[in-house]
Nanobody, 115 residues
């Protein structure tokens, strides 16, 4: 199993930046992939960014060029650097790990972007 703890959310103005972190309870080297999802108010959870154990990354079209996902194997942590934030980036951000056929979610961290 994998426990995930997100942090770094907050209240910011349009155009500002935040860095979210996702700390895993075990080594992330063997975790197939870790992803960030956004659940905006009244909407379903949607994929924002993903990083694989080999370092490959992918992003949703809405955040390409603004968000960067990265990982530190020594710290068992995945980050989501969010720049040029927009009000539509508002919501709860969740970290998800896919490991040995199972999916594991954190509790999320709230991001609010004010116009």
């Amino acid at each position: 199993q994998v426990q995930l703890v997100e942090s770094g959310g907050g209240f910011v103005q349009t155009g500002e930046s935040l860095r979210l972190s996702c700390a895993a309870s075990r080594s992330i080297i063997n975790i197939n992939h870790i992803a960030w999802y956004l659940q905006a108010p009244g909407k379903q959870r949607e994929l924002v960014a993903v990083i694989t154990s080999t370092g490959d990354t992918d992003y949703s079209d809405s955040v390409k060029g603004r968000f960067t996902i990265s990982s530190d194997n020594a710290k068992n942590t995945v980050w989501l650097e969010m720049n040029s934030l927009k009000p539509e980036d508002t919501g709860r951000y969740y970290c998800k790990a896919y490991y040995l056929g199972g999916e594991y979610w954190g509790q999320g961290t709230q991001v609010t972007v004010s116009s």
